[in-house]
C-alpha cells in the first residue's frame, strides 16, 4: 500500500489528506527517504505529527530517529510531547521493550529534559 501511495505522490505531486495508517505513512517515509524525496519527507511528517497520540508515539520517535534528513524541530516535537505526556508513556506496555531496543533514543530523551533543567 505504500508503494500505491508513494506511485500516486510521484503523478499528483502531493498526499491526498485522508486517513492514512500510521504504519502506511512508516513506509511512505521510508520510500521517500531511501529516494531523497524531501518534499514527501515532510508530508509524511506532517501526517504523523497530526497522529502523534500517547498510543504511537515510541513507534513515531523509532521510526523518525532512523531517517537521515529530517529538520531537528520534528524530534524535538515529539520530546516535548513525551515530557508532556511521560507519565502515560510510562505506563504503557511498550515502553520497558523501547527501553531495551532503543537506548540511544531514550538517552537523547534525558539529555533533552537534562538541557531543559540547566
Not at 508515539?57 to 510531547?81: M, Q, R, W
Amino acid at each position: 500500500e505504500a508503494v500505491e501511495e508513494f506511485v500516486s505522490y510521484l503523478y499528483k505531486g502531493s498526499l491526498r489528506r485522508t486517513y492514512k495508517p500510521v504504519e502506511l505513512m512508516f513506509g511512505l517515509l521510508n520510500l521517500a527517504n531511501k529516494y531523497q524525496m524531501n518534499m514527501l519527507m515532510h508530508e509524511c511528517t506532517d501526517f504523523l505529527m497530526d497522529m502523534l497520540v500517547v498510543d504511537n508515539v515510541l513507534k513515531i520517535f523509532a521510526v523518525v530517529k532512523k531517517i537521515d534528513h529530517l529538520p531537528c524541530h520534528v524530534s524535538d516535537l515529539i520530546i516535548d510531547f513525551m515530557k508532556k505526556n511521560i507519565k502515560k508513556i510510562v505506563d504503557k506496555e511498550d515502553w520497558s521493550a523501547f527501553l531495551s531496543d532503543h537506548p540511544s533514543l531514550v538517552k537523547d530523551f534525558v539529555l533533552n529534559i537534562d538541557q531543559e533543567l540547566n
